[in-house]
């Protein structure tokens, strides 16, 4: 396993808790190649929360304000590229974390989804398990198809809901590889099982 990118239908998902539930599984490195909003806290603080011991690589730009990446960048007076980004060296698995979803602007031209292109890793899909999570997963996974990007799984968060993973699963052709509880419960993942499946 080389490794995977993390990525959710939306923002507060459970994205970072679940590329830490993953870090930890597998005894992975972490990297988040953008954060912003870490005037609010850093998602690698979830990591090392989760797992303390993995090896995490610093993010190759970070703004404080909680938005939009392009947006972020845009405050701090800077424009992210594409070419600034490059897999971390690294022998083992590798957990990269996007930010948001898959259609987040990173400039005025490319997107999260562009950076997968470019990283070339399958991607995992975080996604909620209620109301809405039909349309919100099936875009997401459309856009990884017509980019000709690998959905290697989704991870549902939330009270479970059978009738939203049996759509999904049978319109998305992708499989669901786990379901976590709800958000407020994600801490309890310190004591979790690990997760039983890699791409």
Known sequence: MKGVFVTGTDTNVGKSWVAAWAVRSWSAAYWKPVQSGTSEGWDAEIVRKIAPKAQIYASRHAFPEPLSPDQAAKRAGVRIKLSDFNLPDHDGPLVVEGAGG???????????????????????????????????TLTSLEVLRRRKLPAAGIIMVGEPSPENRAAIEHFGKTKVVAELPPLSELGLLCDYPPLDWTP
């Not at 999260?112 to 899909?125: A, E, N, S, Y």
């Open 102 to 136: 898959v259609l987040v602007p990173l400039n005025e031209r490319a997107l999260m989804v562009d950076l997968m292109k470019r990283l070339g890793l399958p991607v995992l899909l975080v996604a909620r398990s209620g109301l809405g999570t039909i349309n919100h």
